[in-house]
């Protein structure tokens, strides 16, 4: 609640929610949905995180942990998914050694998932 308040002057244009493909993170992101309701803070969608393994070999996406409970989820609550976003070394290592990792692997599939996200709450929220 307090960082709620704390980012109320800024007038947020809603929450992005993020999610594991697991059942314990769904029912944990269930609980974050009913607070954001009662805040009347406005849910631009959910995410799935870890949704899926990206060799650092050859690329391919393999799904190693159970996949769809973010859009389950997103369809339960009637709020949009945005998409999932697979697990990659590549973006890890990116990120830790602040490399840009949009630079250095386009043809990702993590890249695609983030890049589709970002277009995708682009457009449910005013410029």
Same mark, same amino acid.
Request: glycine residues 8%; hydrophobic residues 40%.
């Given at each position: 609640?307090?960082?709620?308040?704390?980012?109320?002057?800024?007038?947020?244009?809603?929450?992005?929610?993020?999610?594991?493909?697991?059942?314990?993170?769904?029912?944990?992101?269930?609980? #974050? /949905? %009913?607070? !954001?309701?009662?805040? @009347?803070?406005?849910? *631009?969608?959910?995410?799935?995180?870890?949704s899926? $393994?990206?060799?650092?070999?050859?690329?391919?996406?393999?799904?190693?942990?159970?996949?769809?409970?973010?859009?389950?989820?997103?369809?339960?609550a009637?709020?949009?998914?945005?998409?999932?976003?697979?697990?990659?070394? #590549? /973006? %890890?290592? !990116?990120?830790?050694? @602040?490399?840009?990792? *949009?630079?250095?692997?386009?043809?990702s599939?993590? $890249?695609?998932?983030?890049?589709?996200?970002?277009q995708?709450?682009?457009?449910?929220?005013?410029?």
């Open positions: 609640m307090a960082a709620l308040d704390a980012l109320r002057p800024y007038s947020p244009l809603g929450a992005v929610v993020v999610t594991t493909p697991q059942a314990v993170s769904v029912g944990d992101v269930r609980r #974050e /949905l %009913t607070f !954001c309701r009662k805040t @009347g803070l406005r849910v *631009i969608g959910i995410v799935e995180n870890m899926g $393994f990206v060799c650092p070999h050859c690329t391919e996406c393999t799904n190693v942990f159970s996949r769809g409970g973010g859009e389950e989820l997103a369809k339960h009637g709020v949009p998914f945005l998409g999932s976003v697979p697990l990659d070394p #590549e /973006l %890890t290592r !990116c990120l830790e050694e @602040g490399r840009d990792f *949009i630079q250095e692997f386009p043809q599939p993590a $890249f695609h998932a983030l890049s589709a996200i970002a995708k709450i682009l457009k449910e929220t005013p410029a």
